[in-house]
């Protein structure tokens, strides 16, 4: 499926230049002259190459179909992931670094989804959001606004995000996977 420069977005896989790869980053720019593009930042999924290209909006690029499966996270075994898949119950190995920084986030029993293509697996969605809890989170400062200042915190997981004033160690939060970004206390 052809899809126009400035409709692609992170987590998108595109066949580009006869390899596939998936967006990490975009950036759209409007220069004060010529027309707007999309800066976008994608590693290539065989490979491992990271590459910039610059999409106008007349580019079109193909957005690759991936056959999707739901597979639930089991344990680390050294840099490898195990994974089951849910309906078969086999178990396969998965490298770390496919899951990128998003790694972090993977839970006991958690359920992704696995996107394969020719019958190889090339990527792991991991939930929007998930819950964690925050084992440091430093003092609030007397004075600033709760308005517009947030504070750093560490995650159980060791992952640090930005939290608001009101917000203590012990308080379980629902965390963006992705942005890395607090959205709010868990329900």
Avoid at 86 to 95: F, G, K, M, P, V
């Amino acid at each position: 499926m052809k899809i126009s420069g400035v409709d692609i977005r992170p987590g998108n896989i595109l066949e580009y230049e006869g390899g596939i790869w998936k967006v990490a980053k975009i950036q759209h720019t409007q220069p004060g002259k010529g027309g707007a593009f999309m800066q976008v930042e994608m590693k290539n999924l065989i490979d491992g190459r990271k590459t910039n290209v610059r999409f106008r909006s007349a580019d079109t690029v193909e957005k690759v179909r991936l056959e999707t499966k739901d597979f639930q996270y089991l344990y680390t075994d050294g840099d490898m992931l195990v994974f089951m898949d849910t309906e078969t119950y086999d178990q396969i190995n998965l490298a770390t670094d496919l899951l990128g920084e998003a790694a972090a986030f993977l839970q006991d029993g958690m359920t992704v989804l696995l996107e394969i293509y020719d019958e190889r697996p090339i990527s792991v969605q991991l939930p929007e959001q998930v819950e964690a809890t925050i084992v440091e989170a430093d003092a609030v400062v007397k004075g600033q606004t709760a308005s517009s200042s947030y504070k750093p915190a560490v995650l159980d997981n060791g992952v640090r995000v930005m939290v608001p004033p009101h917000i203590e160690s012990g308080t379980r939060i629902v965390v963006d996977v992705y942005e890395r970004s607090y959205v709010g206390k868990a329900g």
